[in-house]
């Protein structure tokens, strides 16, 4: 049964974590999109600055996390998934920075999320096209990252999902890593097969997918079993503003200029029966924090309009 | 590889005298010809909607201008005065594109108004010896309403440009797809071809059922910039199905046909030069590279076309250069660099192996007798002692400063060698005193 879900961020907040699910569970959300990332911003890495939250052990990160853990169960929301922190290797960096980040932060990752009693964990593909002259020898350096976390998550029952991203060049955003999905579910099957274990899938970001003019319909259907999770959310096709579906248009007749249509259609052809995750944090803050609690349900809302309409029962 | 002008934006095909001289003058051989400047995207949609007891119909017919699109045997005649002036000044005309729908159409009942405008202008090719013409997929939507749907838009194309293979063959002429986008409700994303993998499906399969490589493919870089498409990957894929290549750039959000290296934002290019350089480089383009820039064209005014056309195709050489630069690497027995730095470092880096320099040389005495990235520096003096048939390849931005010092010292086959355009790229670069 396909189930809506919204991410953490911007909702559940560390001092009270049981506060947030509950806005969540009260807005109509059954599930969560674990914000892990923003333990260790992107922003910072891409200043090469670490913090100190990965430093601390296993029993301290559960520790840390166990009133988050605790918060959702009382409020009656799944874990469904969560993101890694990102980027999983920062070009230019140093050694120690790059080996931090797989052999420190992406196995502490892993155990968060089988902490959680989380299924499904996204990562980025590493950004290497370019330094490396091919998109082939930027995808071996992914799955090297990859194999490395593979046995854990067959041990732990997770799957770890590679995510559609994109890159920039003069501001505007080109395809970036996982964008072919021939390829991407070439690869996955290959993995998975390696591995004899779906440890291996997909996470289809929309947002991201259309601003790079991806037909939608298109890239699920070709995924099939292999789309896991999803980031829903909504841009102008310039900038990834991860907006509300349905917000932008650009014609007279002011109809969507993203195409929803084709995303429902591809998630009934598939019979999908995931999480309908948004990823909508941006939206929370451009609000009024007083009116948070309405616009997470009018997203939750869209949600069931989504349900709706996919439904292929 | 052929550089060839697209004529939109500098030739009136009515007035068509002084466009072509300026094109020859720049140093064009050889022109693309847009058919569609005599049957334009507006006159399709507005195919049947002109009645003919309206004034402007009246008026056409008094000044003897009839629809191409009502007409289409007459394209030959449109373009009368333009080919007997290429004729006379022995410009050739390589590609023809024909007549297209614009990307938000709502005509979906031109079928065979299209078929018939298609034929003319494949006959009109052949009589002119124009080798190649564009011919857009026909209903340009990708995948809508279901796996059926996708089947029947393949189909129907398939089915069209079978009809049309047999006039080509007819005429000598080549078909070229075209990667398309459409419009989404004024969002313009990936359409028919856009996908490398269907491109590469779509060729094969026509040609295998023409039963001779009657189709080939044109990839438009401005349509891959619009849909953010990674142009390496999508080059490398359709391999040497690409027999022509339409150099444009644009924001990447509204369609428009600028010269190369003016859509520019932060400092950087909207369009991703490098990895389109890097696709043609390495499947070994040697195609029609079509510079379409009427956008840039049309703003300028006529007294500053003359010089815009010579810089534009410095620029298209440029490119040429850059694709082809194996092609310069291989021309010599043996190759010295001159410079000691990153430009060297790359040079290494990515054809060390393949071109091995004897050595290389800089001016600053310190380096000289050190070994640098596995050459030894030598002294720009040691440029006396070379084998002959050595090419000199500067490695060095300060170009032609280097090539007056070389010149003077009486050095032969100097070449200038770039890194801005590399197969791979270190991480980080050096240092340099």
Known sequence: MISIGVQTKNVVYDAVPQTGFEIMKRAGFSCADFSLNSYLLNTSLYRFELNGFFDQSEAELEAFFQPHKKGAKNAGIEIHQMHMPYPNYVPNGKKELNDYLWNVVAPKSMKICAFFECPYIVVHGFKLSRNLGSEEAEWMQTEKFLDSLAPMAKEMGITVCVENIYNGIGGHIMEGPCCNVRKAAERIDRFNEKYHAEVLGFCFDTGHANLVGIDFEQFITELGRRLKVLHIHDNDGVGDLHQIPFTFTRTRENTASTDWEGFIRGLRKIKYDGALSFETAPVLTAFPEEMKEQVLEFIGQIGEYFVRNICWV | ?433
């Open chain 2, 1 to 433: 590889m052929k550089i060839i002008c697209s004529s939109s934006g500098f030739i009136n095909p009515v007035r068509p005298r002084q466009g072509i001289s300026d094109i020859l003058k720049a140093g064009f051989g050889s022109i693309s010809l847009d058919l569609d400047a005599c049957c334009s995207s507006l006159e399709l949609e507005q195919y049947g909607k002109l009645r003919k007891d309206n004034e402007e119909w009246r008026y056409m017919e008094n000044y003897e201008y009839l629809p191409i699109s009502e007409h289409p045997t007459k394209v030959g005649c449109f373009f009368e005065r333009l080919l007997a002036e290429c004729q006379s000044r022995n410009l050739q005309i390589s590609v023809a594109h024909a007549p297209y729908l614009s990307r938000d159409t709502k005509r979906t009942d031109l079928s065979e108004v299209l078929f018939d405008l298609y034929k003319e202008s494949i006959r009109f090719c052949g009589q002119i010896g124009c080798k190649y013409i564009v011919i857009r997929p026909f209903c340009t939507s990708s995948v809508k309403g279901s796996a059926a749907s996708y089947e029947s838009v393949r189909m129907s194309n398939f089915e069209y440009y079978l009809r049309l293979a047999a006039v080509a063959r007819e005429n000598q002429v080549m078909i070229l797809l075209e990667n398309q986008c459409h419009s989404l409700n004024g969002h313009l994303v990936r359409g028919v071809c856009s996908d490398s993998f269907e491109a590469v499906e779509w060729v094969d399969t026509l040609n295998d059922r023409a039963g001779e490589e009657r189709f080939g493919f044109c990839l438009d870089v401005g349509v891959c910039t619009l849909c953010g498409q990674d142009m390496h990957e999508f080059t490398v894929t359709l391999g040497k199905r690409i027999k022509a290549v339409i150099l444009r750039d644009c924001d990447g959000q509204h369609e428009s046909s600028l010269l190369p290296f003016t859509s520019v934002c932060m400092g950087q290019p909207q369009t991703d030069w490098l990895c389109m350089i890097r696709g043609l480089r390495e499947i070994g383009f040697d195609g029609q590279l079509i510079l379409g820039i009427r956008d840039t064209a049309g703003v300028f005014s006529p007294l500053l076309r003359p010089p815009l056309l010579v810089f534009a195709k410095a620029v298209a050489d440029y490119f040429k250069w850059q694709i082809e630069i194996e092609n310069l690497l291989r021309k010599y027995s043996f190759i010295v660099l001159f410079g000691a730095g990153n430009m060297c470092r790359n040079y290494m880096k990515c054809y060390g192996e393949k071109y091995p320099p004897l050595f290389t040389c800089d001016n600053n005495r310190k380096m000289w007798g050190e070994n640098f990235c596995g050459l030894e520096v030598k002294s720009p003096e040691e440029l006396k002692r070379i084998p002959d048939g050595c090419g000199v390849f500067i490695c060095n931005i300060y170009y032609h400063e280097i090539e007056e010092q070389l010149r003077d010292m009486g050095v032969k086959n100097i070449e200038f060698f770039n890194d801005e355009y590399m197969p791979s790229f270190y991480f980080d670069r050096l240092k340099m005193v």
